[in-house]
Nanobody, 128 residues
Framework: QLAESGGGTVPAGGSLTLSCVLS????????VAWFHQAPGKERECVTA???????????YYANSVKGRFTASRDNAKSTLWLQMDTLELADTGIYYC????????????????????WGQGTQITVSA
């Protein structure tokens, strides 16, 4: 199970931190990711962090968030975070955390279909 928290309304240019707790299985064996679903659009991966193999972990960032968003994970706490800075209106939407066992992370955008485990999502609204 995955449970996100930290959504809300923030002005453009502001910051927000999301967190997601994984429960049920050792998190270190899972690739974890954050997906963004804008209104009327499909879910897109904004960031993904691979599991413990290879070590160090591989991280993917969508071009739209590079330099603004930072993903991190703490396997001991089974928690992942998404630090979101310099938020833009286009960042508005629902953010989901997702997990997949032993899924490789490359330079290609991870696909939602490859993640079997999902949180319920948390709404972020960036206001002008």
């Amino acid at each position: 199970q995955l449970a996100e928290s930290g959504g809300g309304t923030v002005p453009a240019g502001g910051s927000l931190t999301l967190s997601c707790v994984l429960s049920g299985r050792p998190s270190r064996f899972f690739t974890v990711a954050w997906f963004h679903q804008a209104p009327g659009k499909e879910r897109e991966c904004v960031t993904a962090i691979s599991d413990v193999n290879p070590n160090p972990a591989t991280t993917y960032y969508a071009n739209s968030v590079k330099g603004r968003f930072t993903a991190s994970r703490d396997n001991a706490k089974s928690t992942l975070w998404l630090q979101m800075d310099t938020l833009e209106l286009a960042d508005t939407g629902i953010y989901y955390c997702a997990a997949a066992p032993f899924l490789p992370v490359t330079t290609a955008p991870p696909r939602a279909a490859d993640f079997p485990y999902w949180g319920q999502g948390t709404q972020i609204t960036v206001s002008a």
